[in-house]
């Protein structure tokens, strides 16, 4: 519910920093409370932003059940626990390790740390992950931007080309979203030999343990982490947390420190941190959570192009297909909605005629698939 501000405020409070008067803000997916009270529906489904189609760890579940009483104290400065349980899982000093409210906590304060206003910039792939030029704009830093391929794909030396003296971030993102392309590993390599010695590589890794092959497509699964890069994964997707908000980044240690400096003290909450220790020992959970995704989506695939539309291939929990011909991706995003299924138009990635999907349980894809092959018969 959204109410409107009268314009005699906004008059009035006309000394608000002009990045933020032109701020657009962050599309989030729809919710399934909207969807249903807008058509009085029973049932929705939503496939719309990447969460688990297992929902959360029953582990986790548990932890929080657990950690409940406890939540009336502040947290442990810096979240030790869980920062040396990271660690651990991912064979990296722990110092290296941080922590945040989402990766998109990690996201905003690596921008805010490193890039200076009216002097450096940073650079992403047109289109991205919209977080990367949001933050980036809101501290009033040039966003520098070069276009994916034609099919998707991420010219790495095309990006590398818009690098000057100035940028001080490269964000990139693997598996790539809303695509689900995944750049080969050799070249994301190449990219960070390349780079001048104050740019810091980005790496986006938030659909990584999704690729069919983690081992041979990520920076960090591959165990050697150029000293230039940052990698950023988090809990919001295959651990099933999205609602807990919780992300991390395996930094260079000089970065890792002056992050633990100036993150606000207490933003990933106790509950967060408890849920996330347990996910991490559930590792039945997280199989099948992966074993799941990878086989639906391939069937997805199969069937939405039995279907007539154009699927890209996806290393990542989500599809992104444009329909066929005959209907516009507006028109099935909406007859789609009014049955209940909630998944996500690509406007605000300026593609407004592709749609992305995400995997959900077997029933779920089954009632999406069905659904599409009657309003496209
Ligand atoms: C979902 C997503 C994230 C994770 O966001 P959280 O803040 O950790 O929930 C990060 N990067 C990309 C590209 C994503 O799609």
């Keep these: 519910m959204c109410i409107a501000t009268p314009v005699e405020d906004f008059a009035r409070f006309d000394d608000v920093r002009p990045e933020v008067r032109g701020f657009t803000a962050y599309v989030p997916g729809k919710s399934i409370e909207e969807i249903r009270q807008t058509y009085g529906l029973h049932r929705v489904i939503k496939l719309a932003s990447n969460e688990n ?32 349980a990271l660690a651990r899982h991912h064979g990296v000093a722990s110092g290296r390790v941080v922590v945040g409210n989402g990766s998109d906590e990690v996201i905003d304060l690596l921008i805010r740390m490193r890039a200076v206003p009216g002097k450096h910039n940073i650079v992403a792939f047109q289109p991205c992950f919209s977080i990367y030029p949001l933050q980036s704009r809101l501290c009033g830093v040039e966003v520098r931007r070069t276009p994916l391929g034609p099919d998707f794909s991420q010219p790495l030396e095309a990006l590398r080309a818009v690098v000057d003296a100035q940028t001080v971030l490269v964000f990139l993102t693997t598996p790539d979203n809303p695509s689900g392309y995944c750049p080969p ?32 497509s990520s920076l960090l699964a591959s165990g050697a982490v150029p000293d230039n890069v940052a990698i950023l994964r988090t809990f ?7 609602g807990l908000r919780l992300g991390y980044g395996i930094l260079p240690p000089v970065l890792a420190e002056y992050y633990r400096r100036v993150r606000l003290p207490f933003s990933v909450n106790v509950l967060a941190e408890a849920a996330a220790l347990a996910a991490l020992e559930d590792t039945a959970f ?62 605000s990635y300026g593609l407004p005629q592709l749609l992305r999907l995400s995997v959900g349980t077997h029933e779920e894809n089954h009632i999406f698939l069905t659904a599409c092959a009657e309003i496209l018969a």
């Excluded at 959360?56 to 810096?78: D, I, K, T, W």
């Excluded at 050799?186 to 069919?212: H, I, K, N, Q, T």
């Excluded at 919001?236 to 999205?242: I, M, V």
């Excluded at 997280?286 to 069937?299: C, P």
């Design 53 to 84: 189609p297992l929902g959360m760890s029953p582990l986790a579940q548990e932890a929080v059940r657990r950690h409940a009483s406890g939540a009336f104290r502040y947290p442990q400065g810096n979240t030790p626990r869980l920062t040396e």
């Design 185 to 216: 590993l050799a070249a994301v390599r190449a990219l960070a030999a390349s780079l001048p010695p104050a740019c810091l590589l980005v790496v986006d890794e938030a659909y990584m343990d999704f690729a069919e092959d983690e081992i041979a």
């Design 236 to 242: 919001s997707k295959s651990y099933g947390l999205a």
């Design 286 to 347: 997280r199989a099948a959570t992966l074993s799941l995704v990878r086989e639906e989506r391939v069937v997805l695939t199969e069937r939405l192009r039995a279907l007539g539309c154009t699927v890209f291939p996806s290393q990542a929990n989500f599809l992104m297909f444009a329909p066929p011909a005959n209907i516009t991706a507006a028109d099935l995003f909406q007859r789609l909605l009014e049955r209940g299924i909630i998944i996500r138009p690509l406007n």
